[in-house]
C-alpha cells in the first residue's frame, strides 16, 4: 500500500459530460501529480501541486483542470468527455519536488 | 521536450532465467527511478538512483545510474512468477522544477 488514496476505482460516464477524480496524497507529502495512462500506453504527464500551488503542466487537455486543497488532497476535473478520454488517471505523491513518486492505485475512466 | 526510450518493449522469458532492460535519454538526468506496474495497479517504486555509476540492489533487483547520466540498466536476476508485469524507468533532470519523465515500459511475460 502506496498510502495515496484515489477515489472512485472505476467511473463509466457518457460523452459530453463531466466527471471529478479525487486523490489523497501519503500523509506529509507536499507535491501531487496528475497522469495518464491509455491502454497499454505508458504515463503521460498532465499537471504537478506543490502545497496549493500549480508547479508544472504536461500534456493536459483545456477540458481538464485540477487543484490541490489546504488540507492537500486533489482533484482532477475532466469535462466535455470525449470516447478518447478513455483510460486509468494516475495520482502520485512525493515529499518534495526532488524525491521518488508513489502512485496511488488509479481510477479507471470509461467514457461511452 | 526530453525523451526516454526503453527496450525492449517486451520479453518473453522462462523462470529462473535473468533479466536486463535498459533506457536511454537524449539529454542528461540527475535522478533515474525504476517502477513496477501490476494490471490494474498503480506503479510501484523498485529502485532509486542519484548519483553517476551508482549500483544499487533491491533484492534479486539491481539498477544503475550510467556514467553519461543519459542511461540507467535494470537487472532482475533468476525470475520468479511475480516478477511478471509492466516496468518503467523515469527520469528526472532536476534544473527548475522539472517534471518525471516515463519510460515507455517493458512488458515482461514469464512462460511457463
Known amino acids: 500500500d502506496s498510502g495515496v488514496t484515489q477515489t472512485p476505482k472505476h467511473l463509466i460516464t457518457a460523452t459530453g459530460q463531466r466527471v471529478t477524480l479525487r486523490c489523497s496524497p501519503r500523509?506529509?507529502?507536499?507535491?501531487v501529480y496528475w497522469y495518464q495512462q491509455s491502454l497499454d500506453q505508458g504515463l503521460q504527464f498532465l499537471i504537478q501541486?506543490?502545497?496549493?500551488?500549480?508547479?508544472a503542466k504536461g500534456n493536459i487537455l483545456e477540458r481538464f483542470s485540477a487543484q490541490q486543497f489546504p488540507d492537500l488532497h486533489s482533484e482532477l476535473n475532466l469535462s466535455s468527455l470525449e470516447l478518447g478520454d478513455s483510460a486509468l488517471y494516475f495520482c502520485?505523491?512525493?515529499?518534495?519536488?526532488?524525491?521518488?513518486?508513489?502512485f496511488g492505485n488509479g481510477t479507471r475512466l470509461t467514457v461511452t | 521536450g526530453q525523451q526516454l526510450n526503453q527496450s525492449p518493449q517486451s520479453m518473453f522469458i522462462q523462470e529462473g532465467e535473468d533479466v536486463s532492460m535498459n533506457c536511454t535519454s537524449s539529454?542528461?538526468?540527475?535522478?533515474w527511478l525504476w517502477y513496477k506496474q501490476d494490471p490494474g495497479e498503480g506503479p510501484v517504486l523498485l529502485i532509486a538512483?542519484?548519483?553517476?555509476?551508482e549500483l544499487t540492489s533491491n533484492g534479486r533487483l539491481t539498477a544503475q545510474f550510467g556514467i553519461t547520466r543519459k542511461d540507467s540498466f535494470l537487472n532482475i536476476s533468476a525470475s520468479i512468477p511475480s516478477d511478471v508485469g509492466i516496468y518503467f524507468c523515469?527520469?528526472?533532470?532536476?534544473?527548475?522544477?522539472?517534471?518525471?519523465?516515463f519510460g515507455t515500459g517493458t512488458r515482461l511475460t514469464i512462460i511457463p
Open positions: 502520485a505523491s512525493s515529499v518534495d519536488q526532488n524525491s521518488p513518486l508513489h
Open positions: 500523509s506529509g507529502d507536499l507535491s
Open positions: 501541486y506543490y502545497n496549493g500551488e500549480e508547479r
Open positions: 539529454s542528461i538526468f540527475n535522478t
Open positions: 538512483l542519484y548519483k553517476a555509476g
Open positions: 523515469a527520469g528526472r533532470s532536476n534544473f527548475g522544477n522539472e517534471k518525471l519523465t
